[in-house]
């Protein structure tokens, strides 16, 4: 966790033509951005890997927490230059039968 840095530079590309299709597409409902902090950390770190971190609650998943979260809200800022309709955020925080971590995990991690 030390010398991981998120891919910021990925932010400075595939903006390039939102603009004019926003531009071009005013009579339609426009939506960008698919934000997600759980699911994101997921991917990085796997999902049984992620489970144990959160529930030893180690310092580094708190880093972890914050990079996504840093590289979330600077793509955000990309998207609400254009004048979007909707911007989404969505995280799966639940099984078929029960959430994923405890509600207590969740308020102490994540409701912050």
């Known amino acids: 966790m030390a010398d991981y840095q998120p891919p910021y530079d990925l932010l400075d ?3 390039e ?8 597409n005013r009579d339609k409902f426009i939506k960008g951005a698919f934000i997600r ?3 994101r950390m997921q991917w ?4 049984s890997a992620l489970m144990m971190d959160l529930m030893d609650d180690c310092p580094q998943v708190h880093v972890l927490r914050d990079l996504v979260h840093d590289y979330n809200m600077r793509e955000l800022e990309r998207w609400l230059a254009y004048d979007l309709d909707a911007v989404v955020f969505s995280d799966d925080w639940g099984s078929q039968r029960q959430l994923l971590i405890p509600p207590r995990v969740w308020r102490h991690f994540f409701a912050p």
């Open 37 to 39: 902090l759980f699911e």
């Open 44 to 47: 990085l770190r796997g999902m």
């Open 17 to 24: 033509g939102i603009a004019v299709f926003v531009r071009e």
């Open 13 to 15: 590309r595939g903006f």
